[in-house]
């Protein structure tokens, strides 16, 4: 950690011209929540970036590819570009070895899902019979009574068309639609591993407040 105990946090992403949408958002919520941000992507060497940074940000992507977890493609997807994938995966796993923290967002999530071996819905829409529209607005999500963040019930924007199908291993759900999609996870049996499948940056709300909050002073902590 830095000497003036401001953690460092990378963010993900699959080139310098290739940063994620609306990336200053990322910056700005990690800033203030009192850390400071610097983008990683593949070229860099992952042992290296886990020893130097404090935690890490996997940020929104498009899709991940379906033979990541034993599928062949069922529905229409748009894989991500799969250098930024591939790098993430070791990323992932060199941050996990030294137990710092790790918050994935959107895509980041479900990155996080498959590395730990879980599976997603290649579509929401064609999978899962009643399901609400995840892509475009906003919608309630409950959070379970005991978690890493809060409990109770939050609206919270949405733009995605996969989701969680299987958790991965040592993850648990903590937050759903009302359509039963899993809306967040966490690691079991690990100081902090948190998924979100909305947009926290986006917006300065008590709860994502609670979320960047969480995340940089476990990362301070380590």
Known sequence: ?????????????????????SAEQYIKAIMRSGGSASFVSPGENAADCAARFDGLLIPGGRDLRPALYGEGETCRVDPEDADRTDFEFCLMREIMKRNKPVLGICYGMQLINVCSGGALYQDIEQQVTGSMNHRAGD??????????????????NSSHHQAVRVLGKGLSACAVAGDGIVEACCGDEYGFLVGVQWHPERDTSELSGRIFGSFIRACRVG
């Open 1 to 21: 950690m830095t000497h003036n105990n401001v953690p460092r946090i990378c963010i993900t992403c699959a080139g310098t011209q290739s940063l994620p949408r």
């Open 139 to 156: 919608h309630n999500i409950m959070f379970s009574p005991k978690n890493l963040i809060c409990s109770g019930t939050y609206r919270v």
